[in-house]
Nanobody, 128 residues
């Protein structure tokens, strides 16, 4: 089991930036992929960005491309999401998730159902 704790959310104006962090603990030696999902009120949880822990292959939602950057720090077992040029549509609760077992094709998991453990989330609010 992997435990996840997110931080870094907050209130920011349109055009501003935030950096989210997610610290993993427990069976971190089993990590295959870590990602960020977000869920706005009344909407389904959706992928924002994800990456394989070894190799660092990344995948971004169209809404995040060119504005957000996902990265990780091996030594700290920490995942980051740098968010720039924030818009009101980015307002959501952001969740960190991990997948611990590699799929047979070593693909990058994009569906929330593929992830094993989740953090409690951190709220991001972007004002006009």
């Amino acid at each position: 089991q992997v435990q996840l704790v997110e931080s870094g959310g907050g209130l920011v104006q349109t055009g501003g930036s935030l950096r989210l962090s997610c610290v993993a603990s427990g069976r971190t030696y089993d990590l295959y992929a870590m990602g960020w999902f977000r869920q706005a009120p009344g909407k389904e949880r959706e992928l924002t960005a994800t990456m394989t822990w070894i190799g660092g292959r990344t995948m971004y939602a169209d809404s995040a491309k060119d504005r957000f950057t996902i990265s990780r720090d091996y030594a700290k077992d920490t995942l980051y999401l740098q968010m720039n040029s924030l818009k009101p549509d980015d307002t959501a609760k952001y969740y960190c998730a991990v997948k611990t077992a590699a799929p047979f094709d070593y693909s990058i998991p994009r569906d929330s159902l593929e992830y094993d453990s989740w953090g409690q989330g951190t709220q991001v609010t972007v004002s006009d």
